[in-house]
Structures are given as structure tokens and as C-alpha cells.
């Protein structure tokens, strides 16, 4: 499984239920044959025994979150290692274990069991109510539709940085000789590591342009494989078919 989406809600419990209700409107739209989009209402230690089942290679996390935000706000993070001690974690699988589930949870349970995917990323929503209620709050409401659209981003993207994580992967070998269009490209995958961490697309499309041109050039030194050549051209290609859609998300 490419991407897997999980809606992350505790059931009727206010604004805590908004996971749930993303996962009820992605599971209806068509997102892709290699996109999964499951309700992670179920306890934590459940959820990373799903992961460890469905093994993808992306994870989408959505739901709310209390951090003391403005009730209302959507956050979108890249989820890293929370480095806790043995301690913390077996507290935390101790809390799963009887059924408790938020975002923290999850992501600390699924460390622990080590079976999050390298790329894990939270789309969070700051909740104005928690109390027991079949419905979620005005704020909440409005949130609901940021959230989607930028799990829909998530999904939309997640070929993109695979191919750079590849590519990535070939670079460090430091077999290809330096040229203009290997500095076009390493250009390219700082750029993107940056809409990573921080989901802003930057100069990334004119990066890609760049790197086109220097490739149409013949400028691209020694030391290029068929394997090279196809990944470079998928990274071009990936780009100019996120280009327009990107431009008319709004995002």
C-alpha cells in the first residue's frame, strides 16, 4: 500500500470525533488504486497492528489535537522520531492497551512498535469542544474542509517524495560525475525536502524548468545509468503533473 490515510477520532466525544468524519468523506471519494483511507477510532496498539498488516509507505494521520491553538486551527507537521525514553513508550502502549487513542498516542505507540512508515505526516485540527456530542463545533466544522484538502495534498504528493527519496538514495553513492544538470537536480531535492517539512511549495516548478533545460542541453556529465535517466525523467514528469493541479488547489 502506497498511502494510507487513517482518521484518527474518538466516537461522538465533541471535535475529538473529527477524524472520524474526514475518513467518512475521503472513503467516498477516488483517491487512487494504492490509497487506503481507514477510521482509527480503535485503540492505538490496534492501529499499529494495522500499520504492521498494511505496511505503508506513507502515513496520513488526521484528527484533532489539543495544544492550546486557537480553537479552529489546522496544523499540518512531519512527524519525527519523538525520541522518548523505553519508559515513556511502555506507559504509552499501557494507555493504548485499554483502548485510548489520540495523534500522540498513535505516533508514540507506532515508534515503539516500530512500525510507522520513514514518512509520517499529522494533519491536526485544535478543538473548540470536547464534551460528549453527536455533532462537532462551528470551528471544527470549518476546519473539517481545510483538513480534507490538505490530506488530499498529502496523497496527491506522495509519489513525488518517494522519487526524490530515491533518487536521493542513488546520489549518495557518489558515482555520477558533477555537472549543471546534477547541481539542477540536487537544487531541485533541497527544494523539495523543504515542501516536506513545511508544505510550501517554494521555487520548486522553477527548479524543475531548470533542470529540464539542462538535461536538454546535454549537460549532464558521466556516469548515467538507464536507471538514472528513468528516475530523473519521473521526477520531471511527476512535477509537471502536479504543476496544474497544485495551482488550482489553493494551497
Excluded: C, N
Excluded at 29 to 56: S, T, W
Excluded at 175 to 200: N, Q, T, Y
Aim: proline share 4%; glycine share 10%.
Amino acid at each position: 500500500m502506497a498511502v494510507l490515510v487513517g482518521g484518527i477520532g474518538q466516537l461522538y466525544q465533541g471535535d475529538f470525533d473529527l477524524g472520524r468524519l474526514v475518513a467518512e468523506r475521503l472513503s467516498k471519494e477516488d483517491l487512487g488504486h494504492d490509497v487506503l483511507v481507514e477510521d482509527f477510532h480503535y485503540g492505538a496498539v490496534a492501529v499499529a497492528q494495522r500499520l504492521e498488516e498494511v505496511r505503508p509507505q506513507t502515513l496520513v494521520l488526521v484528527g484533532a489535537a489539543a495544544r492550546g491553538r486557537a480553537p479552529g486551527t489546522v496544523e499540518r507537521r512531519l512527524i519525527e522520531d519523538p525520541e522518548l525514553p523505553v519508559t515513556e513508550i511502555q506507559k504509552s502502549i499501557g494507555d493504548a492497551i485499554v483502548g485510548y487513542v489520540t495523534m500522540d498516542l498513535v505516533v508514540e505507540v507506532g515508534f515503539g512498535f516500530r512500525v510507522l512508515p520513514s514518512r509520517t505526516v499529522a494533519v491536526e485540527v485544535e478543538p473548540a469542544t470536547t464534551e460528549s456530542s453527536e455533532t462537532i463545533s462551528p470551528e471544527a466544522a470549518v476546519a473539517l474542509d481545510q483538513a480534507l484538502e490538505l490530506v488530499r495534498a498529502e496523497v496527491r504528493r506522495a509519489p513525488l517524495f518517494e522519487l526524490a527519496d530515491r533518487i536521493r538514495g542513488i546520489l549518495g553513492d557518489g558515482r555520477l560525475e558533477a555537472s549543471p544538470a546534477l547541481e539542477a537536480l540536487e537544487g531541485l531535492l533541497a527544494e523539495l525536502h523543504v515542501l516536506d517539512e513545511e508544505g510550501r511549495w517554494g521555487a520548486a516548478f522553477a527548479l524543475k524548468d531548470r533542470l529540464k533545460l539542462k538535461i536538454s542541453a546535454g549537460e549532464t556529465g558521466y556516469g548515467m545509468d538507464h536507471l538514472d535517466w528513468g528516475l530523473w525523467w519521473a521526477l520531471i514528469e511527476e512535477l509537471e503533473r502536479l504543476q496544474p493541479l497544485e495551482a488550482s488547489s489553493g494551497l
